[in-house]
């Protein structure tokens, strides 16, 4: 196994979009920012240089960080933020992750320009379980906001109010030829007849699942998450933030141009109200001599955005590849079994001089607020009063969580900073399950730190403990690190509690994530050295002594 050195310089530069310029925090200044490339297996160490004006952090997502917590990022949760002056080295740990994953900032919605692709390759000397392809390309998905981010986002969240939405989506740093003033600055991916791609594909997007296509070509999906899956053929694909998709691409079509498009599936809001920004493109553009014939072709097969029969139909296809040589293992003797509603809340804010109910969400009526120092020192040192262990198993009514006029009495979370204390090893198995509360259900894609999961399965309407566990997938299910729990659905996971630390467990909307709709998993030392968290480098950051809501 390799080493890997990266300097992350954080700084604020110029950026033109949409005919406007603003200043941007990135890493290295590009957006997105850049890839780390590693084998299967290897350990990276970067160094991140915060050179802007607020404190950040930066996650490895889908990483999982064998008892390492103490570099996996998440601010109040594994660490302080790095303060404007500062620098942090991470030491990234790769273990069974195989495939594509990405990286990006874990601190208020930063990581809406501070994130990149993670490039996990076969060990040196073995293959991918699939033809070897002729080149690779990588497209980051994201959100492009005219304003800046945080500082709206930081209002709406003290006033309880709804988030911006962006004002476009972009491929690779770039709205495309359908944005205002975009034309000129495309990506063009340039691609030879006859040739077999790899595409890594990241939804680095804030607050929205998308669709993705290319016309006229057909997507063969071998890989999710940073694991294989048995390979399909689609001609599209659908990912929810946090996710990545590796797919084939033959380019077998008659020489010329093709949109590669990505376009917004939101059941509840599309997030950019222009439906002329609501289309991401780049081009898939042949090379060799040709005369050009005309506007790049479209991909008819990109679904519009509540086309949610399409977007299920592909989900049910993943399956894990399941193969000797990558195999899998689901737990089959659950220990702890959780029942876990997500909601949206009314919460109430009032203090000694104001009163105030806002915007909120929950996973079983708590909505996580961030401690003002990290979870995981608290853990690690036994400083009281930061955290508590009571984040309960189940909901704390039972009704029918996805009728159309739920009782507003449902609607009331606490908050709080209340963690689940697992055992080492422990044999797990949570059922989501998202509700109607404020007649605002969406999708919730559920990420967890430190861990693959297994999606045994998913659907619509009010899990059945009778019925629906007997449809589980306990042969093949993919194993994936964020599932998009269906809206008015649930989704059932497994996985074993065999990576000691502090992990965070959250959805991956920035806005659900902001307003509570998270939890911290404690997995216990397992006893021996190789079961057991890492201590912590010296150099740890302090957090800042001003509280932090
Ligand atoms: Cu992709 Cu907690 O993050
Ligand atoms: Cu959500």
């Known amino acids: 196994a390799d080493e890997h050195y990266y300097d992350f310089v954080l700084r604020e530069s110029n950026f033109t979009r949409l005919c406007e310029t603003k200043s941007l925090l990135t890493v290295n200044d590009s957006f997105p920012g850049p890839v780390i490339t590693v084998h299967r297996g290897d350990t990276a160490y970067v160094n991140v240089h915060n050179h802007g004006d607020y404190g950040v952090t930066i996650h490895w997502h ?24 500062n620098n942090f080295t991470y030491m990234v740990i790769f273990s069974t992750e195989e495939g594509t994953l990405w990286w990006h900032a874990h601190s208020d919605w930063t990581r809406s320009s501070v994130h990149g692709a993670i490039i996990i390759l076969p060990p040196e000397g073995s293959s991918y379980p699939y033809p070897e392809p002729d080149g690779q390309q990588v497209f980051v998905l994201a959100s492009w906001y005219k304003g800046d981010v945080n500082e709206e986002v930081d209002y709406d969240l003290e006033t309880g109010q709804d988030t911006p939405r962006s004002d476009a989506y972009t491929i690779n740093g770039q709205p495309g030829d359908f944005c205002n003033c975009s034309r000129e600055s495309t990506v063009h991916w340039y691609v030879d007849y006859g040739k077999t791609y790899l595409i890594r594909l990241v939804n680095g997007v804030m607050n929205v699942e998308m669709f993705f296509a290319i016309g006229q070509h057909n997507l063969t999906v071998v890989g999710m998450d940073g694991s294989y899956l048995k390979p399909f053929v689609s001609t599209f694909v659908v990912l929810s933030p946090g996710q990545t998709i590796d797919l084939l691409v033959t380019a077998n079509q008659p020489l010329g141009s093709y949109y590669v498009a990505s376009r917004q599936y939101n059941t509840v809001r599309p997030d950019v109200d222009d439906y002329d920004h609501a289309n991401a493109t780049a081009i898939m553009q042949y090379n060799g001599n040709y005369t050009p014939s005309g506007a790049p072709i479209f991909p008819s097969t990109l679904p519009i955005y509540d086309d949610f029969v399409r977007a299920l139909n592909f989900t049910s296809r993943l399956r894990s590849l399941a193969s000797l040589e990558h195999p899998i293992n689901v737990p089959m003797n659950i220990t702890t079994r959780m029942y876990i509603t997500a909601s949206m809340n009314n919460v109430d804010f009032s203090n000694g001089t104001y009163t105030e109910v806002g915007l ?11 401690p003002s120092t990290d979870v995981l020192m608290a853990y690690y040192r036994n400083i009281s009063g930061v955290y508590t262990n009571d984040f309960p198993d189940w909901p704390p009514t039972f009704y029918d969580f996805t009728a159309e006029d739920v009782d507003g009495a449902y609607n009331l979370a606490v908050q709080g900073a209340r963690v689940k204390v697992l055992e080492y090893n422990e044999q797990v198995e949570v059922v989501f399950q998202g509700t109607n509360v404020l007649d605002a259900s969406e999708d919730h894609p559920m990420h967890m730190h430190g861990y693959g999961f297994y999606v045994v399965g998913s659907g619509y309407g009010n899990f059945d403990n009778e019925t629906n566990p007997k449809d589980y997938n306990l042969v093949d299910p993919p194993e994936v690190n964020t599932v998009p ?3 008015k659905g649930w989704a059932a996971i497994r996985f074993t509690a065999s990576n000691p630390g502090v992990w965070f467990w959250h959805c991956h909307f920035d806005r659900h994530l902001s307003w509570g709709m998270d939890t911290v998993f404690i997995v216990k030392n397992g006893g021996t050295p190789n079961t057991t968290m890492r201590d912590p480098p010296s150099f740890m950051p302090t957090c800042k002594s001003s509280l932090r809501l």
């Open 360 to 370: 909120a969400s929950s996973l079983n009526n708590v909505s996580w607020l961030n």
């Open 485 to 487: 729990v269906p809206k």
């Open 62 to 85: 889908g990483v999982k960080q064998p008892g390492n917590p103490w570099s996996d990022g998440p601010e109040y949760i594994t660490q302080c933020p790095i303060e404007p002056g």
